[in-house]
């Protein structure tokens, strides 16, 4: 295999108008870089208009919900280091300002464990665009107290049981890292994760209360992710705990055929992945020694096939899988 065979089955797949949108893509087999290809096109910062971009590979990109597994790794590095609670351990004994809350023994079953999976049993809904209220995303971030908005959605199930897709299971995650390391979000993942990887730039949008938006907030380039990735790849690269990393793509609940979610992963039977509305991507295939990278901007589109196309019909067939 040579990068000249990726790049050409990449250069047929955008000559066939079959991955609209790709504005950046960077692939790593064996830890040698064997593609990398920026796009051009219209750009969003979340939902702020940011024109035309021609991508180069130290433009920033939404990476969306992929900021989720960001911020799985950030809690394992601070459960290693003492600052956050184990995830066995009850949800709401950790936000004492809510004492009502606690006082619901509905809800006193909920555990960290619980908001790492995604499967709080909490009435939650993101299958509308993060342009309308009616997204749970975006009416966590137009309440008074998003934490608060979160944990006192009617109870819709057991927890641990069913997994429903949820930023409010991630910006609980967040605020966690918050309080157990007295940082900022972002602050903290420079300081653990981004300058031990040699990330020097990114940026991290905030809420209305100026707190860094766990669920889907962070801008980094391609290359980042694929850093992020490869750490994955790596055990951890000495950065997040190995153990933690093994727990962490490891298969809690299922999502649906051949589809499980560890914490605040998506986790295959091949493969390990952050996704990102848009067609944001990380994509770790360790029996393969691969990592994908892909930054895309088909944002709220219902059908988002860039990433996928990327990584199944480019990719994996050019590395000879």
């Known amino acids: 295999m040579n990068t000249g065979t990726l790049a050409d089955r990449l250069a047929r797949a955008v000559s066939q108008g079959r991955v609209p ?80 809350l606690a006082a619901d023994p509905r809800r006193t079953a909920l555990t960290v464990g619980h908001a790492l999976t995604m499967t709080l049993g909490l009435e939650w809904v993101e299958q509308v665009p993060y342009t309308s209220p009616a997204n749970g995303e975006i009416a966590m971030e137009l309440a008074p107290d998003r934490f608060r908005y979160v944990l006192e959605r009617p109870i819709a199930g057991e927890p641990g049981v069913r997994w429903t ?10 605020r966690l890292i918050e309080k157990g390391t007295g ?3 972002e602050d903290y993942a420079r300081a653990r994760l981004f300058e031990p990887l040699g990330i020097g730039r990114f940026e991290w949008s905030t809420g209305a209360d100026g707190r860094a938006l766990a669920a889907s907030g962070l801008r980094l ?21 190995e153990s933690w990393l093994a727990t962490a793509i490891r298969p809690h609940v299922r999502i649906g055929e051949g589809s499980h979610y560890g914490y ?32 895309a901007g088909q ?23």
Do not use: M
């Open 183 to 185: 940082a900022a979000l």
């Open 221 to 241: 380039t391609p290359r980042d992710l694929l850093s992020i990735g490869q750490l994955v790849l790596d055990g951890g690269a000495g950065i997040v705990p």
């Open 165 to 174: 897709y949820c930023g409010g299971a991630s910006a609980l995650v967040g």
């Open 21 to 100: 949108d790709l504005h950046g893509v960077v692939a790593a087999h064996r830890g040698r870089v064997v593609l990398e290809h920026y796009g051009e096109g219209e750009d969003f910062r979340l939902n702020e208009p940011l024109g035309h971009v021609r991508f180069a590979p130290d433009t920033l990109h939404d990476v969306r919900s992929v900021t989720k597994s960001v911020v799985g790794l950030l809690y394992g590095v601070a459960l290693a280091e003492g600052r956050v609670p184990d995830p066995d351990e009850p949800l709401l004994r950790h936000f004492p300002e809510y004492p009502d």
């Open 264 to 295: 605040q992963w998506y986790v295959g039977d091949t493969w390990a992945g952050g996704f990102g509305n848009g067609g944001q991507r990380i994509y770790v295939a360790p029996a393969l020694d691969l990592v994908v990278a892909v930054a």
């Open 299 to 321: 944002y709220d589109l219902l059908d988002q096939p860039t990433a996928a196309v990327v990584v199944d019909e480019v990719v994996l067939p050019g590395i000879g899988r």
